[in-house]
């Protein structure tokens, strides 16, 4: 399984912004502290495991706008 583009709406600071992965086998993020890279994993964590509800410590609220949440689109190791 690899995942193939990811569509964040409103989670954190991210807000309509899309990424499209190439085929590599690794993608690696850089940046530098606070530009929203572990705020980027946990929108793939959240999107694979669940939304937390609102009155709870794990939820990340949308600071920039838009809907909260976001999809992932995937694509399985036979296509």
């Not at 992965?21 to 793939?44: C, D, Q, S």
């Amino acid at each position: 399984m690899r995942l193939k583009k990811i569509y964040i709406n409103g989670f954190g600071l991210y807000h309509n912004w899309s990424f499209e992965t190439r085929a590599a086998a690794v993608t690696l993020f850089h940046g530098p502290n606070e530009a929203g890279k572990t705020t980027f994993a946990e929108f793939i964590r959240t999107v694979l495991f669940g939304f937390p509800r609102q009155d709870k410590e794990e939820y990340i609220p949308k600071l920039a706008g838009g809907e909260h949440g976001g999809r992932l689109d995937i694509v399985s190791d036979d296509g």
